[in-house]
Structures are given as structure tokens and as C-alpha cells.
């Protein structure tokens, strides 16, 4: 029996020569700067969200299975906003990933999370603090949120994600806001 494979420590489709991802079974993919060092350089590429598609990949066909879980994965009711925020990648341990944040929008509001728009791939599971620009009350300028879903809208240059709210305090806060708006 053969010892294990030691774990990659560039992503495999990753090509330096090039320097662009190679995983053209789900479609074209540009990594921007610091996804490029943080997940196609190091061993992490494992985490990184293209990477776990090519997983659901079938090797015969070389095409993506992509699953759609049926029913509704909703647990409250949702409210269409269109709220601009920003986005702040954190690590495990809370620490700033990518000291440049993201722009993005909401979709709607719901007082588990909130579903948005962005021009960056939000990596599933991580971390992200958000920041509303709007007049929101003090209570909900900020907060944390995990990132439960990430895919690319119909044009090439956004993503829609689904957020959930990662302490109580902000999930009442906006219990109570949506409350307001109804």
C-alpha cells in the first residue's frame, strides 16, 4: 500500500506561466491578486470555492454536476432592499484577510442574514464583516456573517451570496428593523 499522497502545495490548475486558472470545465474564472495568494499559491487552494466545484466534477465527461438542493433552504422571511455595504474577509481566528474591502449590495434582508450582489467570489463558510453605508441604526452599522452560498449571476462580472448572521445581538437587531419596515 502506498503512503498518501502529500497535499499540493500550489492549486493544480493553477498555471504560473500564464497566471490564470485552468479550470475550464465551469467556466472561466480570473482570480484577482491576493485570491491568488492566498488559495492558488499555498496549499489552501483546498478552500478555495472553484477549487470544491471541480470536485462535483465528473472526470469522464469532464463537466460539472452542479446539485440543487429542492425546496425552500429559508428559515425566515425575506424583505427586498437594495442597501450598498461593504465587505471585510476575516480569518478563523477574526483576523483581516484582505485589507481592501469589497463593495456590494443587498437583495433582500431577513433576520437570519441577508442575500447581495458583488463583483468578488466569496469563498464558502469564511468569515466576512459587513458595514452598512446607509442610515441603518447603530445597532446594525455592522456586524458579522458566514458565507452559506456564492455563485455567478448571468453576466460574468457579479456573484450573488447568501449570508447568515453570526451572533444573536445583530439577528435581533435586524428582527426589530425589518419589523420597522413592514
Known amino acids: 500500500m502506498k503512503k498518501k499522497e502529500k497535499q499540493r502545495a500550489v492549486c493544480p ?16 474564472f480570473i482570480p484577482l491578486d491576493d485570491h491568488i495568494e492566498i488559495y492558488c499559491k499555498r496549499a489552501e ?7 470544491r466545484l471541480s470536485q462535483d466534477t465528473n472526470q469522464e465527461t469532464g ?7 429542492a425546496g ?5 422571511p425575506r424583505i427586498t432592499s437594495n442597501h450598498p455595504l461593504t465587505l471585510v474577509r476575516l480569518s478563523d481566528s477574526g483576523q483581516v484577510v484582505c485589507h481592501r ?14 442575500r447581495l450582489t458583488t463583483r468578488e467570489l466569496l469563498m464558502h463558510d469564511s468569515i466576512i464583516q459587513f458595514h452598512f453605508k446607509s442610515s441603518f441604526p447603530s445597532s446594525l452599522k455592522s456586524g458579522l456573517a458566514k458565507v452559506k452560498w456564492c455563485v455567478q449571476a448571468g453576466n460574468d462580472l457579479e456573484y450573488h451570496a447568501g449570508l447568515a448572521f453570526q451572533n444573536d445581538e445583530i439577528i435581533q437587531a435586524m428582527d426589530n428593523y425589518l419589523g420597522l419596515q413592514v
Open 63 to 69: 463537466k460539472a454536476d452542479r446539485k440543487i438542493k
Open 45 to 51: 487552494h483546498i478552500l478555495c470555492q472553484q477549487y
Open 72 to 76: 425552500n433552504r429559508r428559515q425566515h
Open 101 to 114: 474591502p469589497s463593495r456590494a449590495s443587498t437583495v433582500d434582508l431577513s433576520s437570519g442574514g441577508m
Open 13 to 28: 490548475f493553477w498555471s504560473p506561466a500564464e497566471k490564470t486558472c485552468k479550470m475550464q470545465a465551469i467556466g472561466l
